[in-house]
């Protein structure tokens, strides 16, 4: 389970989003990018409303623009630490039952040594 948190009057309010909605949210912000309603690195205005009536519409679940931008940095964070973790490495495998990367013992501990934030 994955959250993002927003302060609403006075209060941090929480968006909690298991993996079923994470994959919601990509696919979402994919076919908006897709779609132009992304300049250089951020959602346009109207790029966030789009994003945010799709997922409500797709979960029946609410979330502000803000709640759903947290979420979208902090995935960003941790596709940026997957992404120096993998390097150019091209021996990685896939378990699409777990739906995991496979690679040996070695190589985790090995990388994990000089890329700790993964």
């Not at 994919?30 to 959602?43: A, E, P, V």
């Amino acid at each position: 389970m994955s959250t993002s948190t927003v302060e609403v009057g006075g209060e941090k309010v929480k968006a909690m989003l298991d993996k079923r909605l994470i994959e919601i949210f990509c696919d979402i912000c994919i076919k908006k990018i897709l779609k132009g309603n992304r300049l250089d690195t951020h959602f346009t205005k109207d790029g966030w409303l789009k994003i945010m009536t799709n997922f409500e519409k797709e979960t029946g679940k609410g979330f502000s623009q803000r709640q759903l931008k947290n979420r979208w940095d902090a995935l960003k964070k941790e596709w940026k630490a997957w992404k120096k973790l993998k390097g150019e490495d091209t021996s990685l495998g896939w378990n699409p039952i777990k739906r995991t990367v496979y690679a040996s013992d070695d190589w985790w501990e090995s990388r994990l040594q000089v890329v700790p934030e993964a």
